[in-house]
């Protein structure tokens, strides 16, 4: 399996629960390592930027409105597999199709404020940890 490199990101309902820890203790404990992370409070056109493949959906306007409604921690996972792993950990887009024991079923409720962002592909990662961190503050460990 190859070492990849993919973007989490703890949406603001995550935060707000006080689950940051939790969250990132399922990362760890499933073999990914955190090489990068901060908390910001994203603008629109921040957020908007982030979920440009989305721009033509009916809910890109409640997604960025979620997205910008309070602070997220953004962080790059390492590990073996880690876009597919990450996928696995977070579980369905909607909580209430996740899988039990998933992030998404034990932290959301509402498939809008669904608690965690993963890219979805290495297309994707490449992307989205370019465009939160520059290649200095990522830390190979
Ligand atoms: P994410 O990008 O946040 O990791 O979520 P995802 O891949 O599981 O789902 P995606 O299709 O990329 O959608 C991005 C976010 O938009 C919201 N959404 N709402 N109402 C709806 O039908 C709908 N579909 C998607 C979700 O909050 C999803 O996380
Ligand atoms: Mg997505």
Redesign the pocket.
Known sequence: MATERTLSIIKPDAVAKNAIGEIISRFEKAGLKVVAAKMLHLSEEQAGGF?AE?KERP?FKD?VGFMTSGPVVVQVLEGDDAIAKNRDLMGA?NPKEAAPGTIRADFAET??A?AV??S?SPASAEREVAYFFNSDEICPR
């Open positions: 979920y989305h809910f997604l887009t498939i809008d669904n962002h993963g979805d």
